[in-house]
Nanobody
Framework: QVQLVESGGGLVQPGGSLRLSCAAS????????MRWYRQAPGKERELVAS????????NYANSVKGRFTISRDDAKNTVYLQMNSLKPEDTAVYSC????????????WGQGIQVTVSS
């Protein structure tokens, strides 16, 4: 059974930091591209950050570049999103995504976790 379970969200003041974690199980984590998405009320879901299966390359949305850092620990089957200098516009539900292209395309999603940035 595939599971992606996010944790670490919550309420934080502008300028603060949060670290999201996504614990994976039920598939070969090290072979998958891992991504973080977010969706704010009334807005479309957007890709926030991604990291390759080897961990050698990362990509960020322009809106978070320089503030967010994605990383992975294959020994723990976990991907992280360190969020610094948070802004109210970062408020959203953040979801963990795993993607692999093979003979059969495989993609998995976590349930999402709320991040609220407010004073």
């Amino acid at each position: 059974q595939v599971q992606l379970v996010e944790s670490g969200g919550g309420l934080v003041q502008p300028g603060g930091s949060l670290r999201l974690s996504c614990a994976a199980s039920g598939f070969t984590f090290s072979m998958y591209v891992m991504r973080w998405y977010r969706q704010a009320p009334g807005k479309e879901r957007e890709l926030v950050a991604s990291i390759t299966s080897g961990g050698g390359s990362t990509n960020y949305a322009n809106s978070v570049k320089g503030r967010f850092t994605i990383s992975r620990d294959d020994a723990k089957n976990t991907v992280y999103l360190q969020m610094n200098s948070l802004k109210p516009e970062d408020t959203a539900v953040y979801s963990c995504n795993a993607l692999h292209f093979a003979y059969t395309r495989r993609e998995y999603w976590g349930q999402g976790i709320q991040v609220t940035v407010s004073s």
